[in-house]
């Protein structure tokens, strides 16, 4: 893959959705807090997208998006789209790690340092992933995991640097800590602290050929066992 493949890419892991084409040169954004209504808003909003770039599927090389962790539901949505349009327009699929995807959104105007990816797993945890961005780069530093919010704010405080915190999960992880912990916290305002498509790009081009899929090979990334999972599982052993 280069960097001058047309990408089409969509993100729906968790309250918010957008839509995003990469011309090869520039990058077309459509973004929107729809409140898990993806289901309904997806694809007129894929539909904008290519027309403000004057596009089409059928002239798009490849399909990504972020494919985990995040809503169980929202992320089936965004990985059957892109498996849906890949397949039709015989093209290849593209996944990236929603908290990855988190750490490309950060806003530019925070600057270099450590950003921590945040999205609210329920039952007490955070799906999170830590980041360093600086010379113009991003590297991980910690592999997505589900755990307590005692855990990743014990982990934060030991790399005793000031760090973004992004997604949808950090400002409820935020309010569940306390001065001197959260002292060196710095969240984006209003909907810059969420993950978006523009971001799926980016990480689907640092990522290369390592994150091409063919439609029938392409799978969501699950962290935990998805509750419709869990339940049939009690109900087996009731």
């Not at 957008?18 to 077309?28: Q, V």
């Not at 789209?81 to 015989?90: D, I």
């Amino acid at each position: 893959m280069t960097d001058k493949m047309k990408i089409l890419a969509v993100e729906t892991s968790a309250v918010t959705c957008s839509a995003a084409y990469f011309d090869g040169t520039d990058i077309i954004e459509e973004f929107a807090d729809t409140g898990l209504n993806h289901s309904c808003t997806l694809m007129p909003m894929v539909d904008r997208v290519l027309r403000r770039a004057g596009a089409s599927a059928s002239g798009t090389e490849v399909f990504a998006c972020s494919c985990g962790p995040g809503s169980f539901t929202g992320v089936r949505i965004g990985v059957a789209a892109v498996k849906g349009m890949a397949s039709a327009a015989g093209g290849m699929c593209a996944g990236v790690s929603t908290l990855e995807t988190i750490a490309m959104s950060a806003p530019e105007e925070f600057g270099d340092g450590n950003i921590c990816c945040l999205m609210d797993a329920r039952r007490g945890q955070f799906y999170n992933a830590l980041f360093y961005r600086g010379c113009g780069g991003l590297t991980r530093l910690t592999d997505d995991a589900a755990e307590a919010w005692e855990d990743i704010a014990h982990r934060i405080a030991a790399t005793r640097t000031p760090v973004i915190l992004m997604g949808d999960g950090a400002r409820a992880f935020f309010a569940l800590t306390s001065p001197p912990e959260s002292a060196g916290y710095r969240i984006p305002e209003g909907e810059k602290v969420y993950q978006r498509a523009s971001g799926v790009i980016r990480a689907v081009l640092r990522a290369g050929e390592g994150a091409l899929a063919r439609p029938e090979m392409f799978r969501p990334t699950y962290l935990r066992v998805p509750q419709a999972e869990r339940e049939f599982g009690k109900s087996k052993k009731a």
